[in-house]
């Protein structure tokens, strides 16, 4: 049991570390869904199945909206002069609450999973699931400083 919340950990920490100098959007959101998959599955091993699947829930249903808001035209691109100004503060609402800040869905269950860490004594993995937490909250932001401050564009 301990080796496998190890392995999720290191999910944890290559995923972050994977998306924290991505330029390409799809690959951002790949090692993304690593990290948020390694947060996914940690409570399942913590007999906490309640917190995995409402993590899930909340995860995947704002991955497909960000999804659903980016892919109109089947690509991937982001530029600060293709969309306009609703869909700019949707997504960064919805990359908000994939980074897990505080008055967003993805922070409560984020606060679950270390919570239910720490209920089963697990500090240390508590200790390295915020600190890469924090992290990974850098390259949202940079994606949404990107959305609405410069005119780069973020290809597949």
Request: charged content about 5%; aromatic content about 16%.
């Amino acid at each position: 049991n301990d080796l496998i919340v190890v392995l999720l950990v290191l999910s944890i920490i290559v995923g972050t570390i994977g998306a924290f100098n991505q330029s390409k959007i799809k690959r951002l959101l790949a090692y993304s869904g690593v990290t948020h998959m390694g947060f996914t599955v940690l409570p399942l091993f913590l007999l906490s199945v309640n917190i995995s699947f409402v993590y899930l829930f909340i995860y995947l249903i704002t991955l497909y909206s960000f999804i659903f808001i980016i892919n109109k035209k089947s690509s991937f691109l982001i530029s600060s002069s293709n969309i306009n100004t609703v869909k700019k503060i949707s997504l960064s609402f919805l990359l908000l609450s994939m980074a897990g800040i505080p008055p967003f869905y993805g922070f409560i269950v984020k606060i679950m999973v270390l919570v239910s860490c720490m209920t089963y004594n697990y500090y240390f993995v508590s200790l390295v699931i915020m600190l890469f937490s924090i992290i990974s909250v850098s390259f949202y932001l940079r994606l949404i400083n990107i959305l609405h401050f410069k005119n780069a564009i973020i290809n597949n």
